[in-house]
């Protein structure tokens, strides 16, 4: 179930600023899926925009050579190291928070869309968009309906621990 869908963008609510349950909730989190990974990409009084990511799972959704061709064009590096993909793509979410640049649609890649549907919505792509589901989808949508699927339950299940870790008074007895 974890690892279905490669990453995953949320607002976590910090109720009242409490960033001491957060921090708690976040290494209970980590310490039950030892492949889950969060970066914090902006630190609101009571939210936190997060990006929790599997690092198995995302690195087989990036380390595809079509995908690859379509980063490079984007201004990724040339040579394909994980953590310089996703670094770059994290400095542009930050900058485009901080009005310095435009949206990285092709978060799409990293959230696991299907690259033809990615193309599509940036305009790469020749295929008719045919309907819209989580994302807008192109061409086919048997590929992207099952992908939606996937995503829908390991959202679900994640979801579902999330919340009980963030409404816990005792960290410890959660998972």
């Known amino acids: 179930m974890i690892g279905a869908k490669p990453a995953e963008l949320k607002n976590i609510k910090v109720d009242k600023g409490n960033y001491e349950l957060w921090k708690k909730c976040k290494n209970e989190v980590l310490s039950y899926y030892d492949q889950i990974r969060v970066i914090e990409l902006d630190k609101e009084f009571t939210r936190r925009r997060t990006l929790f ?10 380390d595809n050579v079509k995908v690859l061709n379509f980063l490079k064009q984007l201004g990724y590096p040339e040579e394909y190291k994980f953590k310089s993909y996703l670094d770059l793509l994290v400095t542009k979410l930050k900058n485009y928070d901080l009005g310095s640049g ?43 309906a ?3 699927n996937r995503f829908d339950l390991a959202r679900d299940y994640f979801s579902r621990k999330l919340e009980q870790v963030q409404n816990i008074k005792q960290v410890h007895k959660v998972i």
Not at 108 to 113: A, K
Not at 126 to 140: I, M, N, P, Q, S
């Open 53 to 62: 990511y599997h690092q198995t799972a995302l690195d087989r959704q990036l």
């Open 102 to 144: 435009g949206f990285p649609h092709e978060i799409g890649i990293f959230l696991g869309y299907p690259l033809k549907d990615v193309l599509g919505f940036m305009g790469y792509s020749d295929l008719e968009y045919t309907c819209r589901e989580e994302w807008k989808v192109y061409g086919d949508k048997a590929i992207s």
């Open 146 to 148: 099952l992908q939606k």
